[in-house]
């Protein structure tokens, strides 16, 4: 059973730019979250989506974004990139909401905004 | 709101002895989960144990157990016979009834031959 899938794994992008970030949950998975991993920083919940519907946001700026498609696969946004978006974006999935349940993850995808 | 805290950001073993990783939380929802993941360099997250807020024993994972101390919103990570593989980011983290997993900030470990 393939693992979660994060493309692109690396990128960088400049100052003001937009990002889009896909993640392809395990099969048979409806719940998708995100997470962004700073140096020095735990990792900070940004958003999490269920059958298409956002469920749960993050405290994090409009510029951050997410949807989920009818195959669960889930893409996350950036707009007008800030030198302090440079991160590692973790996707994590899981089959239903149930809080008994771990998430799986998946490598992520290193942002560098210069 | 959920909140997770850890309280170590670093902590040293000696190969082959046990080590104790700290992880206090707080929720107003009787159901929950705990739940503890490694990260080793390469940063991928590895699901180590889970603990049910209803569970009445503390859950064993070969030489991972958890301390769950309800009443103090304890749940500590005990790794017994550390291996230098164990050098690692360890992250607590809890999912109640809001759902969504919220993590702490993480106990740097570093196992010494």
């Known amino acids: 059973k393939a693992g979660v899938t994060q493309t692109p794994r690396y990128l960088i992008k400049t100052r003001g730019q937009q990002v889009t970030l896909s993640c392809s949950p395990i099969?048979?998975?409806?719940?998708v979250s995100w997470y962004q991993q700073t140096p020095g920083q735990g990792l900070q919940f940004l958003f999490e989506?269920?059958?298409?519907?956002?469920?749960n946001k993050g405290n994090f700026p409009g510029r951050f974004s997410g949807r989920q498609f009818s195959n669960s696969r889930s893409e996350m946004n950036v707009s007008t990139l800030e030198l302090g978006d440079s991160a590692l974006y973790l996707c994590a999935s899981s089959p239903d909401l149930a809080n008994t349940g771990e998430l799986f993850f998946g490598e992520g995808s290193r942002l560098t905004v210069l | 709101a959920q909140k997770i805290t850890q309280t170590q950001p670093g902590m040293f073993v000696q190969e082959k002895e046990a080590v104790t990783l700290d992880c206090t939380y707080d929720t107003s929802d009787p159901s929950y989960g705990l739940f503890w993941y490694k990260q080793p360099s390469s940063g991928e997250m590895i699901f180590l144990i889970y603990q049910g807020s209803y569970d009445q024993q503390n859950a064993t994972e070969g030489r991972y157990s958890l301390n769950f101390q309800k009443a103090r919103k304890s749940a500590n990570l005990v790794i017994s016979a550390s291996q230098l593989g164990d050098s690692a980011m360890y992250f607590c983290a809890m999912r109640d009834d809001n759902n969504d997993m919220r993590f702490g900030a993480g106990t740097r470990l570093t196992v010494k031959p």
């Open positions: 989506y269920f059958s298409e519907t956002q469920r």
């Open positions: 099969s048979g998975h409806r719940s």
